[in-house]
């Protein structure tokens, strides 16, 4: 009964936040009170579900500098965690069919971040404009998830190479991030939430320079994600 009462919470929370959101996000289109609500959008649902998170290699990121955060992901907590702890303003990927859910998806169409139709060939070009724009003109890293799916037993997938396509184009550096024992909270089909505490690692930022052909996204990607496969713990 406990664990309806977190969600119920949860779901009025992310409504609440979400509101005003949209709102900023059309008074303010260089997006600096949108990005106000992140700390209370996050910070509300880890509390409420008890959930606390322990970050290193805090060293390894410069302040005021627009990364590509590269993490694994195992629980629908792990974006809550990651706009809490990463510093600066973030932007991610959604995709087009989560833009229908009323408040909380519009303001994901509204604010800075990425829309993707994987049904719209022309939706590629668009999101490589847009996550361009974010990280030359308004300084915001993108943070996206490479395995491109949770994963149920918290062991790390193989990687998809979109993201290293992107970072490529971009020429932005890569910081990849492992994020440890989320996948406890609460695993991909449940809606059993655990509380606990998530560890996430943020290693040294990874060179993107010279990315010219396929080849080359392909080892910058397995470079990645042996990174993140070394940093991760399942315990």
Not at 89 to 113: C, D, H, R, T
């Amino acid at each position: 009964m406990f664990n309806i009462f977190r969600l119920i919470l949860i779901g009025l929370w992310i409504e609440f936040v979400s509101f005003f959101a949209l709102l900023f996000a059309f008074i303010d289109r260089s997006y600096r009170l949108y990005f106000l609500c992140n700390g209370p959008f996050s910070n509300g649902i880890l509390k409420i579900a008890g959930i606390k998170y322990k970050t290193s290699g805090m060293e390894n990121i410069e302040k005021g500098k627009a990364y590509i955060y590269v993490s694994n992901h195992s629980s629908q907590f792990d974006i809550s965690v990651l706009q809490s702890s990463i510093p600066g303003n973030v932007s991610m990927y959604f995709k087009k069919e989560l833009a229908k859910i009323p408040l909380f998806g519009w303001q994901l169409w509204a604010g800075p971040y990425v829309m993707i139709d994987r049904k719209n060939p022309d939706s590629a070009r668009r999101s490589l404009e847009k996550a361009r724009w974010l990280l030359n003109e308004r300084k915001v890293s993108v943070l996206l998830f490479a395995e491109g799916t949770r994963s149920e037993t918290g062991e790390i997938q193989q990687f998809k190479r979109g993201a290293f396509n992107l970072a490529g184009k971009v020429g932005f550096p890569i910081i990849p991030v492992s994020i440890s024992g989320s996948h406890k909270i609460m695993q991909k089909g449940s809606l059993k939430i655990n509380p606990g505490t998530i560890r996430v690692h943020f290693d040294k930022p990874v060179s993107t320079e010279n990315i010219n052909t396929r080849q080359d996204e392909i080892n910058l990607m397995n470079k990645v994600r042996g990174i993140i496969i070394k940093n991760h713990s399942m315990d």
